[in-house]
């Protein structure tokens, strides 16, 4: 533009030094559009009816064709950082100048809301604690969450850390049965949604050609003069978007079905990836959001208890809920709670036990004089009692 000398830069010095340097901006405008993976989208605007300027649509009106020219950027990175950017619940950094790595990804089990997290300076100590965000907006008529379902950030990065170290390396060195493990969670997670899915593309499938006959109908119509033009733009315009939401929806339903059926390639893209990380020493926010699509934490088995057992659900990417020995440090059941509930409790009576039997041993050695004599006071009584019974 510069040497065009056009636009509102043409008056400026150019930098020679920073020229082809790219900032933060060019970056993140590069990694939001879908033409840098080698695809071509088509038909992102139309023009409106009433200003007759084009606008922008919903991407299920988008016409995508994937792979025509060499991809810029791979295309797991591209569906990385759009994930991350539609989790993203801030836009800035808290005061402390950080955003955490499990920021986005973290949901209520109740009411399905993201959770927010919030960094508590206590006793000279940072502590991490997420809270459920449609209950931290205060109390009204009817709340959608009764309950802040707090729990230790921190804890929770300690959990996944040392959940993904064991997945990798059983991954890893178990290839075939870490597939077949995936493949029977996915099933196990999704068959009742398939079946639904299957029922529902027939249904699809009958009422697009149903509009479809209606819509040349309509085209006939007013080709003849037999409807008015105003009827019929009113009735084209609602069979076109009917049509144009069933037939996205029936894509979506079909990616779906695809990826069920694709379930040993997913364990292969996981394995692809844990390949591509030797330790979890650290968990960055890349390796998270990498291996993450989201965390749903339970409340706590006792409401407001300092002591509690609360579970979370770890949902990975590709292989979705995994089930297995591995995770059952992140998700115990039923009966395991009910074992972790009694130990606290049998600890915490240990703990009291402890305090009094403690607090009785200072106190005796602190008052040894006073309870010699008050034991000589008592066998004084006894022999007298003794020997009174004896004289009568």
């Known amino acids: 533009m510069k040497q065009q000398d056009r636009g509102t830069a043409k008056n400026r010095k150019l930098n020679e030094e920073n020229r082809y340097n790219w900032n933060k901006a060019t970056l993140t405008h590069i990694l939001k559009r879908q033409e840098y993976c080698g695809d071509v989208v088509n038909f992102k605007t139309e023009k409106h009816y009433k200003d007759k300027r084009n ?23 591209y569906e990385n950082v759009q994930r991350i950017l539609k989790n993203a619940p801030v836009k800035r950094p808290n005061r402390d100048g950080e955003i955490h790595a499990l920021s986005g990804l973290m949901y209520c089990k109740d009411c399905g809301t993201k959770m927010h997290i919030r960094t508590i300076h206590k006793n000279n100590k940072v502590q991490h604690v997420t809270y459920c965000s ?16 707090r729990i230790d950030v921190d804890d929770v990065m300690e959990t996944i850390t040392e959940v993904l170290r064991k997945i990798a390396q059983y991954s890893l060195a178990n290839k075939e049965e870490f597939e ?8 196990k997670e999704q068959t009742e949604e398939i079946k639904k899915q299957k029922k529902r593309i027939p249904q699809i499938t009958d009422r697009l ?15 003849l003069g037999n409807i008015e033009p105003k009827r019929y733009e009113q009735l084209s315009g609602k069979y076109a978007e009917e049509y144009y939401t069933l037939k996205a929806e029936q894509e979506q339903i079909e990616e779906r079905l695809y990826e069920f059926e694709n379930a040993n390639q997913k364990a292969k893209n996981f394995i692809k990836l844990a390949e591509s990380y030797s330790d979890f020493e650290e968990l960055t926010p890349t390796a998270i959001n990498e291996f993450i699509s989201k965390i749903v934490v339970h409340e706590r088995d006792v409401k407001r208890a300092k002591y509690a057992v609360q579970r979370i659900e770890v949902y990975f990417n590709y292989i979705g809920k995994f089930e297995n020995e591995l995770t059952k440090e992140i998700e115990p059941t039923e009966q395991e709670m009910i074992q972790m509930r009694e130990e606290i409790e049998e600890a915490k009576k240990e703990k009291t036990r402890a305090y009094h039997r403690a607090y009785s041993k200072e106190y005796r050695s602190k008052n040894i004089d006073k309870f010699r004599e008050y034991e000589r006071i008592k066998a004084r009584e006894y022999r007298a009692r003794k020997k009174l019974q004896a004289v009568t």
């Open 55 to 77: 606008h922008y649509v919903d991407k299920d009106k988008w016409q995508v064709i994937k792979n025509v020219h060499e991809p810029i950027i791979d295309r797991t990175t």
């Open 180 to 187: 077949a493990l995936v493949k029977s969670s996915l099933a």
């Open 209 to 223: 050609v149903r509009i479809e006959t209606v819509m040349n109908k309509l085209y006939e119509d007013n080709a």
């Open 134 to 149: 449609e209950y931290a907006k205060g109390k009204s008529k009817h709340p959608k969450c009764h309950s802040p379902h």
